[in-house]
């Protein structure tokens, strides 16, 4: 159980295109989800926490513009990455915990975002 | 800010031996700890947790040493096989280390 899906897996896009990230829990309900970014040979960074029904809460020296969070249902997020650039390409990765407090996250299998 | 870090970002040992993996922290105040593992390409995967009020839990495997006083973490990994090859990360409130790689030599 617990399972997060994303979606896509990878994409390659040009130059100012602005791309869509999902982030789905299959078999339970998260009010919450987090996003990740990770550069190779890199720890993972959090970027931003995602609030179903609200607006989602970024880490400091995320613009929130450039990475535009959705959290529509309890099941579905999605981070959008606007007029995207080669150095917004990076490993994108969310997860979700399956009830609030200590518990482990549940991650995604990542989407490597490459902007040409 | 608060930070969580790694001693060594490579370790490289013989299958069947065992491996341990270090992780400080410095948020004394902290009170839950995971471990995650994370294969090329793919999400991190838990591995094991440890509370605050705890020193030690085991699990298949692998073992989780939490020492409150000087705030470090460590993994155990007993008899490692190639399959433990990976990059291993602590968290702590949502703060990831840097990450050690677990690399296994048949």
């Known amino acids: 159980g617990a399972v997060v899906s994303q979606h896509p897996s990878w994409v390659i896009c040009k130059s100012g295109t602005s791309v869509k990230i999902e982030c789905r829990s299959l078999d339970f309900q998260a009010t919450t989800m987090f996003w990740y970014r990770q550069f190779p040979k890199q720890s993972l960074m959090l970027m931003a926490t995602?609030?179903?029904?609200?607006?989602?809460?970024?880490e400091q020296g995320v613009e929130k513009d450039k990475f535009l969070i959705n959290h529509a249902s309890l099941t579905l997020s999605t981070l959008t990455v606007t007029s995207a650039h080669p150095e917004d390409s990076s490993f994108y990765i969310c997860?979700?915990?399956?009830?609030?407090?200590?518990?482990?996250?549940?991650f995604g299998d990542g989407t490597r975002l490459s902007i040409l | 800010g608060e930070s969580v870090g790694l001693h060594l970002p490579t370790l490289s040992v013989q299958e069947g031996d065992n491996s341990i993996i270090n992780c400080a922290y410095s948020n004394s105040a902290s009170d839950y700890f995971i471990w995650y593992k994370q294969e090329s390409g793919k999400g991190p995967q838990f591995i094991i947790d440890?509370?605050?009020?705890?020193d030690k839990r085991q699990g298949q495997r692998v073992t989780v040493l939490l020492n409150k006083t000087v705030k470090h973490l460590s993994l155990q990994i007993a008899a490692t096989q190639p399959g433990d090859s990976a990059v291993y990360f602590c968290?702590?409130?949502?703060?990831f280390g840097a990450g050690t790689r677990l690399t296994v030599k048949p």
């Open positions: 968290d702590n409130d949502m703060r």
């Open positions: 440890i509370r605050s009020n705890m």
């Open positions: 995602s609030n179903e029904g609200s607006k989602a809460t970024y």
């Open positions: 997860s979700a915990k399956v009830h609030r407090g200590n518990q482990p996250q549940h």
